[in-house]
């Protein structure tokens, strides 16, 4: 259970993480805008853009991954293959921000199906 925890924690940190990339774009922009950041941010092109996509989307992935590591505690369906579910799903959202930064578009979308594909699995495995 150590380990879902882990990764249920890894991956809540990744879009901050997901934020770095954000900001150093916007500061090569002019300059952090901090009283407009959202509005600047809608301006960026090219990395920044793809930071920025890449920051968001790691959100929307949270949605769906915590709830399954939360269900998979909660039924106590804790074994290997969740586990190893869990840190595929971490290591394929790695590789999704690295692959989306890179703009390698293609393999991006395969692992962002990979990480989707190992949370719903999580919840189905907890049926």
């Not at 692959?99 to 594909?117: C, D, E, P």
């Amino acid at each position: 259970m150590t380990t879902l925890i882990v990764c249920l924690f890894i991956a809540a940190l990744l879009p901050y993480l997901a934020k770095v990339p954000v900001a150093y774009a916007m500061q090569k922009a002019g300059g952090y805008d901090n009283n407009h950041p959202r509005a600047q941010q809608n301006a960026l092109t090219g990395f920044g853009a793809r930071a920025l996509a890449a920051h968001q989307n790691a959100f929307e992935s949270l949605i769906i991954f915590a709830p399954a590591i939360l269900l998979a505690i909660t039924t106590n369906t804790t074994g290997d293959t969740i586990v190893n579910l869990a840190i595929v799903h971490v290591i394929a959202r790695i590789l999704f921000n690295v692959l989306y930064l890179y703009n390698i578009s293609t393999l991006r979308s395969l692992v962002w199906s990979v990480a989707t594909i190992a949370s719903f699995s999580i919840i189905y495995l907890c049926i």
